[in-house]
């Protein structure tokens, strides 16, 4: 079991930057690709960006790419979310999730084994 928590969600003006976290616990997360995914209010939740077991790859959806950067702390076990150049767009709530390391990037949430229980986002004009 990999249990995820979140943190770093707030207020922020539009043109901000926020960092998330995920913390995880239980197994190492040494075995598993990082994701996150984030959900607005009546909308479906969708893939924001991930990156490799080693870090040292990763992949961004079109709407954050240049704008967000994750990246994973050394010990592996802490992944991050830089977010730069806020949206309004962008405001929802942010989830981290694991999945095995498999061939290609998960971008479904249907692929990924783990979450955490998600930080809220709010990005205002």
């Known amino acids: 079991q990999v249990q995820l928590v979140e943190s770093g969600g707030g207020l922020v003006q539009a043109g901000g930057s926020l960092r998330l976290s995920c913390a995880a616990s239980?197994?190492?997360?040494?075995?598993?690709?990082m994701g996150w995914f984030r959900q607005a209010p009546g909308k479906e939740r969708e893939f924001v960006a991930a990156?490799?077991?080693?870090?040292?790859?990763?992949y961004y959806a079109d709407s954050v790419k240049g704008r967000f950067t994750i990246s994973r702390g050394n010990a592996k076990n802490t992944v991050y979310l830089q977010m730069n150049s806020l949206k309004p767009e962008d405001t929802a709530v942010y989830y981290c999730?694991?999945?095995?390391?498999?061939?290609?990037?998960?971008?479904?949430?249907?692929?990924?084994?783990?979450w955490g229980q998600g930080t809220q986002v709010t990005v205002s004009s």
């Open positions: 239980g197994r190492t997360l040494s075995r598993y690709n």
């Open positions: 999730a694991a999945v095995t390391i498999a061939a290609g990037w998960a971008t479904t949430d249907s692929e990924y084994d783990y």
């Open positions: 990156i490799s077991w080693s870090g040292g790859s990763t």
